[in-house]
């Protein structure tokens, strides 16, 4: 039971460059969100999705485009990546009272 | 748009001590109030949460106290160790189930000396 795994653990990209990060979860959740966390900021929810098929809008979207084909996989896609979205990228999947949250993957735009 | 105001953003605290975390929100709506635990390169993980029909909810050395007239609830860390050195994050949900939808604070970063 590994419960959330994200890849890559580090990326580093140039401006305009695109890029997935991957999350996965075993735990049969139906319920996943992407969070960014920034120095001084917590962490801010991206996009969400309630179960496959189905995603829609954080507080912070712009920029971030999702997909949720199975209840196991969901993928944030960067299309042209900007310095602005220098973060450290969690995924989570929610059981009854709590949100479990994989280990990230620390993005460095250049 | 902060809807969870967490302070203070660093703490330091002597080992045995008290630490203190407190948040504060406005949404009267928020139906669920969990802690979170972060230790540097790692995800946050849940520490403790409550709902707002219970005022104090305890388990070990970590309690959380809920004021839901002020709109305020805070986190106690007794006899804090060096290995509480971690940063700290309140949320709040409007989903009863806790499942979906957290709004977090801020977050405190905490040191406990040895």
């Known amino acids: 039971n590994a419960g959330v795994t994200q890849t890559p653990k580090f990326q580093v990209l140039k401006t305009g460059q695109s890029m997935t990060l991957q999350c996965a979860q075993d735990m049969n959740h139906e319920y996943m969100s992407w969070y960014r966390q920034d120095p001084g900021m917590g962490l801010r929810l991206i996009h969400y999705s309630v179960g496959a098929g189905i995603t829609d809008q954080g507080e912070v979207p712009n920029g971030y485009n999702v997909s949720r084909s199975t209840t196991e996989d969901f993928p944030l896609r960067l299309l042209s990546a900007a310095p602005s979205q220098t973060s450290v990228y969690f995924c989570?999947?929610?059981?009854?009272?709590?949100?479990?949250f994989g280990p990230g993957t620390r993005l460095t735009v250049l | 748009q902060q809807q969870v105001k967490q302070s203070p953003q660093s703490l330091i605290v002597q080992k045995g001590g008290i630490s203190i975390i407190n948040c504060a929100y406005e949404n009267t709506a928020f139906d669920y109030f969990p802690w979170y635990q972060q230790f540097p390169g790692k995800g946050p993980a849940l520490l403790i949460a409550i709902r707002p029909d219970v005022s104090e909810k305890k388990e070990g050395r970590f309690t959380i106290s809920f004021n839901k007239s002020a709109k305020q609830f805070s986190l106690h860390i007794m006899d804090s160790q060096p290995g509480d050195s971690a940063t700290y994050f309140c949320a709040a949900s409007m989903d009863p189930s806790g499942t979906y939808k957290y709004i977090f604070g801020t977050g405190t970063r905490l040191k406990v000396l040895a």
């Open positions: 989570a999947s929610s059981g009854y009272n709590e949100q479990f």
